[in-house]
């Protein structure tokens, strides 16, 4: 079936350093990769998306970048913070259906 | 802002009991889904329901079932609660199909079957 293979699962950076996390999908339908973060304690929540029609999208500090001959997205996070250490999940669907696929998550611990 | 509630943050039952879990969302949004989410594993869908009373199976439905009666409310059902059902629990909502509009969560519920 279709799956979301997510690296790392835990990474630890510096404060002010940049943190990549990568996506490999296998459903070359998938055209829509959103990423979502989840601090301890609470629900995911969307940080960034991408369309398959996009091949990158920055939002000040977070960028996400897509790959689709290779099924790759990676989440770009630069000049990290405290506050950036969480739980990050990618996800990726095709339109007209209702589930997305998730990754398995990469725990983001910032360092000060 | 769109508010996901659930109504028990942490619950622990026995082996064979009837459970539910109740969630509420206040933004009038068609889609309503239930997730579990274990360590290395992710988050998995378990029941998820695009209007009122309609309800669709996702990836992990064993053991579960789902009751949608109000637009606003979504339950989640074990009929007898297992040990392999402890496990945390998230609900979430879309305006619209998840490709269109992003999915609101809420904070959760970790169920322990002992």
């Given amino acids: 079936g279709e799956n979301v293979e997510q690296h790392p699962s835990t990474l630890s950076v510096q404060e002010g350093d940049s943190a990549v996390i990568k996506c490999t999908y296998s459903d070359s339908a998938s055209n829509y990769f959103p990423w979502y973060k ?32 290779a099924k790759h997205f990676s989440l770009h996070i630069t000049e990290t913070q405290p506050e950036d250490s969480a739980v990050y999940f990618c996800a990726a669907i095709t339109s007209g259906t ?15 | 802002d769109v508010k996901v509630t659930q109504s028990s943050r942490y619950l622990v039952k026995r082996t064979g009991e009837k459970v539910f879990l109740e969630c509420v969302q206040d933004m009038d949004h068609e889609n309503m889904f239930w997730y579990r989410q274990d360590p290395g594993l992710g988050l998995r869908l378990i029941y998820f329901s695009y209007d009122v009373k309609m309800k669709e199976k996702g990836d992990i439905p064993e053991g579960y079932s789902v009751s949608r009666e109000k637009k606003e409310r979504f339950s989640l059902i074990l009929e007898s609660a297992s040990t392999n059902q402890t496990s945390m629990y ?5 305006r619209d199909s998840p490709y269109n509009s992003p999915l609101h969560f809420g904070n959760g519920t970790r169920l322990t079957v002992t």
């Fill in chain 1, 98 to 112: 209702y589930k997305y696929i998730f990754g398995t998550g990469t725990r983001l611990k910032v360092l000060a």
């Fill in chain 2, 90 to 94: 998230l609900c979430a909502s879309s």
């Fill in chain 1, 38 to 69: 989840q601090e301890l304690g609470k629900g995911p929540q969307l940080i960034i998306d991408i369309r398959s029609n996009v091949g990158e999208k920055k939002d000040q500090r977070i960028a996400v970048t897509l790959n689709k001959t």
